[in-house]
T-cell receptor
C-alpha cells in the first residue's frame, strides 16, 4: 500500500506557483521521496526526488521538512500543460524497487 | 527516438482470446517493468525483470506471462482474456546500478489500452 497521503485535487492559476503537499509520516531513514506525474492518457513521468535536502531541477523544486514527514512539490510558474495527476512516492533507492502509486493529486491549471 | 515504446497502442479483443503486448527500451537500462492501470486509475506493478530474470511478481493470475528475450525487451502475453483484464498496461524501464545520479527513476512507455469484449 502507498505510504503517502495527498489531497485528491487542487487548482492553480496559470503563471502562479503550484504547491503540492505530501504527507509521509512513516518514512524510513533510507527511503527517498519521489514525484511523478501523469498527464491524461500518457505514461507517468519522473519529476524529481530527494532524501532530506531541498532539490531543484528544470521542472520543479522539492522541499522536504526537517523531520522528513512531509514534503512539497513546487512548480514555480505553472502552465496549462502542467495539468496532470501528481504522485508522491517513497521508496528505497537501491535495486529494482516497484513504485507504489497512491491516488495522487489531480492538479488543474486554470487560464 | 522513443525511449520506451509499446505496441500496439490499442487492442480490442474478445473474451477467451490470447494476446501479446510488446515493449522495447533503447535507454540501455537493465530492468523493465509492467504496470496495470485499471478503470479507477490506480497504477499497480505486475512484474519486473532484471537482466532477463524475473525479480518482482505481484499477485497476478497465471494467465499473464511476461517474457524477456533480452534486456531491451519485455513482452506481456495474456491467455484466455477476461472482461476484468480491460485496462491500460504500461511498460517501464530503469537502471538499477551504476547510474551517475543514482536516481534510478523509471521511464514509462505510452501505454497499451486493452479492451476485452
Amino acid at each position: 500500500d502507498a505510504k503517502t497521503t495527498q489531497p485528491p485535487s487542487m487548482d492553480c492559476a496559470e503563471g502562479r506557483a503550484a504547491n503540492l503537499p505530501c504527507n509521509h509520516s512513516t518514512i524510513s531513514g533510507n527511503e527517498y521521496v519521489y514525484w511523478y506525474r501523469q498527464i491524461h492518457s500518457q505514461g507517468p513521468q519522473y519529476i524529481i526526488h530527494g532524501l532530506k535536502n531541498n532539490e531543484t531541477n528544470e521542472m520543479a523544486s522539492l522541499i522536504i521538512t526537517e523531520d522528513r514527514k512531509s514534503s512539497t512539490l513546487i512548480l514555480p510558474h505553472a502552465t496549462l500543460r502542467d495539468t496532470a495527476v501528481y504522485y508522491c512516492i517513497v521508496r528505497v533507492i537501491q535495486g529494482a524497487q516497484k513504485l507504489v502509486f497512491g491516488q495522487g493529486t489531480r492538479l488543474t491549471i486554470n487560464p | 527516438d522513443t525511449a520506451v515504446s509499446q505496441t500496439p497502442k490499442y487492442l480490442v479483443t474478445q473474451m477467451g482470446n490470447d494476446k501479446s503486448i510488446k515493449c522495447e527500451q533503447n535507454l540501455g537500462h537493465d530492468t523493465m517493468y509492467w504496470y496495470k492501470q485499471d478503470s479507477k486509475k490506480f497504477l499497480k506493478i505486475m512484474f519486473s525483470y532484471n537482466n532477463k530474470e524475473l525479480i518482482i511478481n505481484e499477485t497476478v493470475p497465471n494467465r499473464f506471462s511476461p517474457k524477456s528475450p533480452d534486456k531491451a525487451h519485455l513482452n506481456l502475453h495474456i491467455n484466455s482474456l477476461e472482461l476484468g483484464d480491460s485496462a491500460v498496461y504500461f511498460c517501464a524501464s530503469s537502471r538499477t546500478q551504476g547510474g551517475a545520479s543514482g536516481a534510478y527513476e523509471q521511464y514509462f512507455g505510452p501505454g497499451t489500452r486493452l479492451t476485452v469484449t
